[in-house]
């Protein structure tokens, strides 16, 4: 079946503009997870979802980031005011119930000039 | 809280072997590794459980010692794919289960 989409794959944009980052997870997963992947780092944690519940937001690094689940299928992750070191690749990953195997989708790449 | 992984990198040639370790300084209930090819997105390899287990995929195998809170990645007789960096995401015992915390990455680059 049809993995985790992510979109765009590729954003670039001007230092204090907001971009909305989308992410399509796995059908019938319950869980949802975002990662921010700086350049040679490895992955952090910024938020997950689990069903109808309150999204543990313990990662988000500043209140510019934001995320949202509708429907308890797409999320959106929504940076405003983009600052330069925003810029990274955000992974988003979809697992079928808590502490299961995540899925990770191919990434959006974020440059902030 | 991070876990720290050893080594950084490795370099090796096809057919060598390799161990990759993944220690933490909280007790764990779960370790799950994952191999991230370069510009792709983490593929999941296995998840190892509280209860000192040891798993095996093809010749990627890997184990869990609760009591020192490390996790080892065995990779042997290497081929040329699994170059990549390597991760480990922790759960803690006794937390949050859903939520890994992974390390660094270590670096593995298998050479013909």
């Known amino acids: 079946g049809a993995g985790v989409s992510q979109s765009p794959s590729n954003k670039v944009t001007e230092k204090g503009k907001d971009v909305e980052l989308r992410c399509d997870p796995i059908s019938g997963h319950t869980a949802l997870y975002w990662y921010r992947q700086s350049l040679g780092q490895g992955l952090e944690f910024l938020i997950y979802?689990?069903?109808?519940?309150?999204?543990?937001k313990s990662g988000l690094p500043s209140d510019r980031f934001s995320a949202e689940r509708t429907g308890g299928s797409v999320s959106t992750l929504t940076i405003q005011r983009t600052q330069q070191e925003d810029s990274a690749v955000y992974l988003c990953?979809?697992?079928?119930?808590?502490?299961?195997?995540?899925?990770f989708g191919p990434g959006t790449r974020l440059l902030v000039l | 809280q991070q876990p720290v992984q050893s080594p950084q990198a490795v370099i090796l040639r096809e057919g060598e072997d390799a161990v990759i370790n993944c220690s933490s300084s909280k007790a764990l209930y779960s370790v799950h590794w994952y191999r991230q090819k370069h510009g792709e997105a983490p593929v999941f390899l296995m998840i190892l459980l509280k209860g000192g287990e040891q798993k095996g995929h093809e010749k990627i195998s890997a184990s869990f010692n609760e009591k020192k809170q490390q996790s080892s990645l065995y990779l042997t007789a290497s081929q040329l794919s699994y170059s990549g960096t390597y991760f480990c995401g922790t759960a803690p015992y006794g937390g949050a289960t859903n939520k890994l915390i992974f390390g660094t990455g270590t670096l593995l680059a298998v050479q013909p």
């Open positions: 990953a979809s697992s079928l119930a808590p502490g299961t195997t995540q899925y």
């Open positions: 979802f689990q069903g109808n519940s309150a999204p543990d």
